[in-house]
């Protein structure tokens, strides 16, 4: 089984930025390399949503039309771990954020790991 947790959640100002990460642990038979890493988030009294996706290669992102231009995902395989950039953030991206693992592709419908989240508050 994949386990994931994330890191680098925080308070921060409007404008500012934070770096989330996303560390895996694969048990025998799991292969990080092999997984696409997804970022979701959800906010006080709202549904979770997906923010973005990176195939297992890295050689395809995608960001939800929110965060386009200020979010910036990487994985480093060799770490066994995601990245989520976040830069000009505003009061709205305010919500526990999550990551998720399939071994699939980003459009899969179904993602199958998670982790327990870190929440991200931006506010003065």
């Known amino acids: 089984q994949l386990q994931l947790v994330e890191s680098g959640g925080g308070l921060v100002q409007p404008g500012g930025s934070l770096r989330l990460a996303c560390a895996a642990s694969?048990?025998?038979?799991?292969?990080?390399?092999?997984?696409?890493i997804g970022w979701f988030r959800q906010a006080p009294g709202k549904e979770r949503e997906g923010v973005s996706c990176?195939?297992?290669?890295?050689?395809?992102?995608n960001y939800a039309d929110s965060v386009k231009g200020r979010f910036t995902m990487s994985r480093d395989n060799a770490k066994q771990r995601v990245y989520l950039q976040m830069n000009s953030l505003k009061p709205e991206d305010t919500a526990v954020y999550y990551c998720a693992a399939t071994g699939g592709w980003c459009d899969t419908p179904q993602f199958e790991y998670w982790g327990q989240g870190t929440p991200v508050t931006v506010s003065e």
């Open positions: 990176i195939d297992s290669n890295g050689g395809n992102t």
């Open positions: 694969a048990a025998s038979g799991f292969t990080f390399n092999y997984y696409a």
